[in-house]
């Protein structure tokens, strides 16, 4: 039997990572199974449409005299219903309410969510430290939500039915809203640190690593959204479908990009399934340069109004 004091060796990290982290951890798994885990605290006008999508009886209206409640949320929704992605027609519109009308209701639930979130990741208030986690959350969820829809475009430019089911403006979407379970567990950490407790940030942050995908997931159903979302935010298939190319497909292989161009070392380990289109999506946007692709995800963010 191992001596406590052996955990301090190298070769016993893990060991004694699970040893510190295990009350934590517990909390916060615990906190997820039984749905208790502090939602985002976003704006009331976010939370009402949300509400309204999972009642049957809601109408467009609805949505746009939620929307007047919040002005600078309705000029947003104004601004990206006619955004390069979402404006399909290219036809301006200057109204809430033919902006409702184009994008849905469910669209635009996701659209004043991701951008609370977004604003949310960059104006909180909790340690130097958890608000650099969560800004790079928002810069690396930006680089996701782009790729994804680099690698879209990439399927539907093929003209093929087989890809139909795919669209570039939910592709951005699912990609922003990735990981914001990560909010929920940073604020936990931060509340935890606060009741007195402690735990060495470099063992916290492996925690999110491994927690990030289960609360993503929980938030994200809560909310009602679709199955696409959740299984992007967990990584993993909810059930089996018939489409060629699900959006988790997109994520992976928008992910598989993106460790490739920064020399992620766990590129080795990570596996990911296309089919000859796929192949030859991954391999003219690994070989484009730094600059063109970074300056490609710059002005797709910009185009899409969020």
């Not at 510190?20 to 916060?28: A, C, M, T, V």
């Not at 605290?41 to 007047?68: E, G, H, N, R």
């Not at 036809?91 to 979130?117: E, F, K, N, P, W």
Request: proline share 2%; net charge negative.
């Amino acid at each position: 039997m191992n001596h406590l004091s052996f955990y301090w060796l190298p070769e016993n990290g893990d060991l004694l990572i699970k040893g510190i982290e295990s009350e934590f951890s517990s909390l916060i798994e615990n906190s997820i199974k039984r749905h208790k885990i502090s939602l985002p605290p976003i704006p009331d006008v976010v939370l009402k449409i949300q509400q309204l999508c999972t009642q049957d009886t809601t109408t467009i209206s609805d949505v746009a005299d939620c929307l007047f409640e919040d002005p600078g949320l309705a000029a947003i929704v104004v601004r990206v219903a006619n955004s390069v992605i979402f404006n399909r027609r290219n036809i301006t519109c200057t109204d809430l309410m033919t902006a409702v009308s184009r994008l849905g209701i469910l669209r635009v639930r996701d659209i004043v969510t991701a951008q609370a979130i977004e604003q949310l990741k960059h104006s909180v208030n909790l340690t130097h430290s958890c608000n650099k986690i969560l800004s790079q959350s928002a810069a690396n969820s930006r680089e996701l939500a782009a790729t994804m829809v680099f690698v879209t475009q990439g399927f539907k430019e093929t003209g093929l039915a087989t890809y139909n089911n795919l669209e570039t403006d939910k592709a951005l979407l699912t990609g922003l809203l990735a990981d914001i379970g990560l909010f929920c567990i940073v604020n936990e950490y931060h509340n935890y640190l606060e009741q007195g407790n402690y735990l060495a940030e470099d063992i916290a942050f492996q925690i999110f690593d491994r927690q990030c995908s289960n609360a993503s997931k929980l938030v994200l159903d809560t909310w009602g959204f679709d199955q696409d979302f959740l299984e992007v935010a967990s990584n993993q298939t909810i059930s089996s479908s018939d489409v060629a190319v699900s959006y988790l497909d997109v994520a992976r292989i928008a992910n598989h990009i993106l460790m490739f161009r920064r020399q992620d070392e766990n590129i080795d380990d990570h596996t990911v399934e296309f089919d000859v289109t796929g192949a030859d999506i991954l391999y003219k946007l690994s070989n484009l340069s730094d600059i063109e692709f970074n300056t490609q995800i710059d002005e797709l963010i910009r185009a899409s109004g969020l």
